[in-house]
């Protein structure tokens, strides 16, 4: 009796203190102080080493830490004139800006030990499989970053309503909207890399994608774009049709149905679409772009 009532009062204490840590770490890496971060994760280990918020905040400060400084590059690439990809809703923080960055090598594979270790802990946080899968990403190391995001659907697949996310809290929305979103982002990585292994990379993770969420437009969109850059425009014209079918208010597939049906010299089709965006009025941008394009269409 005496140890519980001990126990009872020392809970909060412990408790707080974790939280303390957790803060601490989360104020210092916010201001972009990795010293006085790494030695609060150093506290942190030795109070509880395998908290699993310690093991996110450690795979967190690898990625900032392993940033050298931006990437040279000889050659800006121009956007491309297909099929527009999908704007994702949802990017892993940073993700947008990896191919312009250069990282030190050693310092991410020690990110991907920890994530590793977490994954195996805690399989219900997506939120550490989808970060080992961008440190793969930055690594170059593509068929290990596919194994990653397959073995997470696979799990999702099967585990939907257990899944968790940061600080063990539910996914911020359903996984057949969250997930796909998520994915788009890796998709994108690569296509936006412009050449054909590129492309390739971001074909196999959309089609991955939609084998466990079929009813989300996005990756429909992503494999249309693709077969618009090999210049197979049925093929292209065949997805975004499917795509339209998922969601048939996306602004951004109507337009693209638009552009797919141009190629095919099927002006006054492409036109019904154009102007199905603008009736809609759902989306800026969307709008903006089949404004234009019924401009430049013959008129009857």
């Known amino acids: 009796m005496k140890w519980f009532l001990i126990s009872l009062f020392l809970l909060p204490a412990l408790i707080l203190g ?12 916010d201001r972009g102080d990795l010293s006085g ?16 918020e310690l093991l996110a905040a450690y ?14 590059t000889t050659a800006k690439l121009s956007p491309r004139n297909e099929i527009t990809l999908s704007r994702p809703q949802r990017v892993m923080p940073g993700e947008n ?29 997506i939120d550490l499989r989808f970060d080992l899968a961008r440190f793969y990403q930055i690594l170059g190391e593509f068929e290990s970053q596919y194994l990653i995001l397959s073995e ?60 466990y969420f079929p009813n989300h437009p996005a990756a429909y ?41 141009v190629k095919f010299d099927k002006k006054k089709e492409a036109g019904i679409y154009f102007q199905k965006v603008v009736d809609l009025n759902n989306d800026d941008e969307s709008v903006q772009f089949a404004r234009k394009q019924l401009e430049e269409l013959p008129k009857d």
């Not at 990625?63 to 040279?72: H, L, N, S, Y």
């Not at 800006?97 to 399989?123: C, N």
């Not at 249309?224 to 210049?231: D, L, M, T, V």
């Open 18 to 29: 974790e939280q303390d840590f957790r803060g601490q770490f989360h104020d210092q890496f």
């Open 37 to 52: 971060a790494e030695t609060t994760l150093a506290g942190w280990e030795a109070s509880c080493r395998e908290d699993v």
């Open 59 to 72: 795979g967190s400060f690898y990625g900032q830490k392993a940033k050298k400084g931006k990437r040279v």
């Open 97 to 125: 800006k990896d191919s312009q960055t250069r990282f030190d090598r050693k310092t991410l594979l020690k990110g991907v030990r920890i994530l590793k270790k977490g994954m195996e802990l805690y399989p219900r946080r």
């Open 152 to 211: 997470t659907l696979q799990y999702l697949d099967k585990n939907r309503k257990n899944s968790k996310w940061t600080n063990n809290e539910n996914l911020p929305d359903r996984p057949s909207r969250f997930i796909p979103d998520y994915m788009q982002g890796f998709e994108t990585y690569y296509f936006e890399q412009q050449g054909m292994d590129g492309d390739e990379k971001g074909y196999r993770l959309a089609k991955l994608t939609l084998t």
């Open 221 to 261: 969109n992503s494999i249309a774009a693709y077969f618009s850059y090999i210049n197979d425009w049925e093929h292209a014209l065949k997805y975004l049709l499917l795509a339209n079918q998922k969601d048939p208010k996306d602004s951004l597939i109507l337009n693209n149905i638009g552009k797919a049906l």
